[in-house]
């Protein structure tokens, strides 16, 4: 593998990994807050992708498309927390992990009966003209969407570390029932956070799609792989989430370069048994966090 080729793998690997940091960071907050795997993340992304598509289709300009689907995948993230996940919350963890697998597949079918089965493009939101770095390319979406994930880490940091929700966030991590003895609010902690996610996940999905295009079913691989580099960098750690993405999506570009294309997918999840084996709390470590 010359230089060139190396450099090219390492810029399509930057790429992928912002959207499987942006999918981790929502599987991080979500775990924070309420101690739950929310496997329906990857459709959240999907639908973003989706529901940008329709609105442009519209005739919607490209700003409206990428507002419009934050603000309704959001609304989707909540409506999901407040119908599947919070009946259940006597019913203990386990029973709420598998009520977002349940609602992975009710968004999955539901955006196949809406879209149908073929993958949607969107266009650059800034020409398409590749940048040349040596005899490497990167796409100016490309940027994009590593600026996003950029933006999205320090706006999360900011926020948790300065503001005073922020706080009331972090102390209903550390102990929800200690935080409602503090007046802290858990319901509404969880209904932001779930809001917060939805966010996130839909602004990757619209930033990704002109891409690599969305379908229905480009929410499960997303997902799974949002998911294996939030346990690599730790889960409770959004941090250690954006890095573990990075490294996933580089990991799995030079993997394809020096194995095989057609083993693209399943890196990830050996990636994801070595850490399981040899490092559970991931690279940076995982918060213990209480619930009731």
Known sequence: ???????????????????????????????????????????????????????????????????????????????????????????????????????SFVFETAAMLIWGRDAKPLPAFTGETPIAIGKATITPQALWVVGLSVVVVIALTVFYRRSLFGTAIRACAVNPDAARLQGISYRWVVVFTFALTGAVAAAAGVMVTPISFMGYSSGTMLGLKGFAAATLGGLGNPLGAVIGGFVLGIVEALGIGLVSAGYKDAIAFVILLLVLFLRPAGLLGAKVVNRQ
Not at 8 to 37: C, E, H, N, P
Not at 47 to 52: D, Q, S, V
Not at 80 to 98: C, D, F, S, T
């Open 1 to 103: 593998m010359s230089f060139d080729q190396f450099l090219q793998y390492i810029f399509s690997g930057i790429t992928s990994g912002s959207v499987y940091a942006l999918t981790a960071v929502g599987f991080t907050l979500v775990f924070s807050s309420t101690q739950i795997i929310n496997f329906a993340q990857g459709q959240m992304v999907m639908l973003g992708g989706m529901i940008g598509v329709s609105l442009y289709q519209a005739g919607l300009p490209l700003w409206a498309c990428f507002i419009l689907s934050v603000i309704v995948v959001a609304a989707i993230s909540v409506g999901m927390e407040e119908v599947a996940i919070r009946p259940l919350l006597r019913k203990g963890v386990l029973a709420q992990i598998i009520a977002t697998v349940g609602a």
